[in-house]
């Protein structure tokens, strides 16, 4: 049997050839599942189902949304949408934005977004429950690399949000958005905060009187 039709082990990265890894990702027992690939090695996740990542994945994007139309930033979000460097990367955020002048540059009709066309998007959210060393790590190096201008990771667990600005193929804790200029990265841990003791229109609510000062 083809070692590729075996079922690869998820969480972990392997050593794979980019045409292994276009043979795994169309292997029919890893459908529900995200590929990352990227230096020679893929990684496969199984959709998370949980009930902690799904509300704070909800959550981050309502308060990016609403914040973005409040403050009239032109926004375009993709939710695990999946961005391709053929031969060398391949992504499958959680969330990802287009932002300002690069709002509208996917036309619709576009599959998988090809970055050897087009650019990355301007923000990646991971949203991590039991992904946290690798989203730090691992990932983190792949979206310096395919030039995301900046980078959050939702910890689920600890009910915090790293922030990473990315330029020159390196990356820096930030405490504002610098792509959502006024968007500080404390409110949003707050606002997850918030999410533990009240329904997620309640937080809404509080959000708009924030975004509106």
């Given at each position: 049997m083809n070692k590729l039709q075996i079922k690869f082990p998820?969480?972990?990265?392997?050593?794979?050839?980019?045409?292994?890894?276009?043979?795994?990702?169309?292997?029919?027992?890893?459908?529900?599942?995200?590929?990352?690939?990227?230096?020679?090695?893929?990684?496969?996740?199984?959709?998370?189902?949980?009930?902690?990542?799904?509300?704070?994945?909800?959550?981050?994007i309502v308060a990016v949304n609403l914040f973005a139309t409040l403050k009239g930033i032109p926004l375009n979000g993709k939710?695990?949408?999946t961005y391709q460097k053929t031969g060398y990367t391949d992504a499958q955020p959680d969330v990802s934005y287009y932002i300002g002048e690069y709002v509208d540059v996917i036309p619709w009709g576009t599959s998988i977004i090809d970055l050897d066309s087009y650019p990355p998007p301007n923000l990646v959210i991971e949203v991590a429950n039991t992904s946290l060393s690798d989203d730090q790590g691992a990932k983190r190096l792949?979206?310096?690399?395919?030039?995301?201008?900046?980078?959050?990771?939702?910890?689920?667990?600890?009910?915090?949000?790293?922030?990473?600005?990315?330029?020159?193929?390196?990356s820096?804790?930030?405490?504002?958005?610098?792509?959502?200029?006024?968007?500080?990265?404390?409110?949003?841990e707050e606002t997850l905060q918030r999410t533990r003791q009240m329904n997620q229109s309640q937080v809404c609510a509080w959000l708009l009187t924030q975004f509106q000062q």
């Amino acid at each position: 049997m083809n070692k590729l039709q075996i079922k690869f082990p998820t969480n972990t990265w392997l050593a794979a050839s980019w045409d292994e890894y276009l043979e795994a990702t169309e292997n029919p027992t890893d459908q529900k599942a995200k590929f990352y690939y990227h230096n020679g090695q893929l990684r496969i996740e199984m959709l998370p189902i949980g009930n902690d990542h799904a509300s704070d994945h909800t959550i981050i994007i309502v308060a990016v949304n609403l914040f973005a139309t409040l403050k009239g930033i032109p926004l375009n979000g993709k939710d695990n949408c999946t961005y391709q460097k053929t031969g060398y990367t391949d992504a499958q955020p959680d969330v990802s934005y287009y932002i300002g002048e690069y709002v509208d540059v996917i036309p619709w009709g576009t599959s998988i977004i090809d970055l050897d066309s087009y650019p990355p998007p301007n923000l990646v959210i991971e949203v991590a429950n039991t992904s946290l060393s690798d989203d730090q790590g691992a990932k983190r190096l792949l979206y310096e690399d395919i030039g995301v201008a900046e980078y959050w990771i939702v910890d689920v667990k600890n009910v915090r949000v790293l922030a990473f600005s990315i330029e020159n193929g390196g990356s820096r804790r930030i405490s504002e958005s610098q792509v959502l200029p006024g968007l500080a990265i404390s409110l949003l841990e707050e606002t997850l905060q918030r999410t533990r003791q009240m329904n997620q229109s309640q937080v809404c609510a509080w959000l708009l009187t924030q975004f509106q000062q």
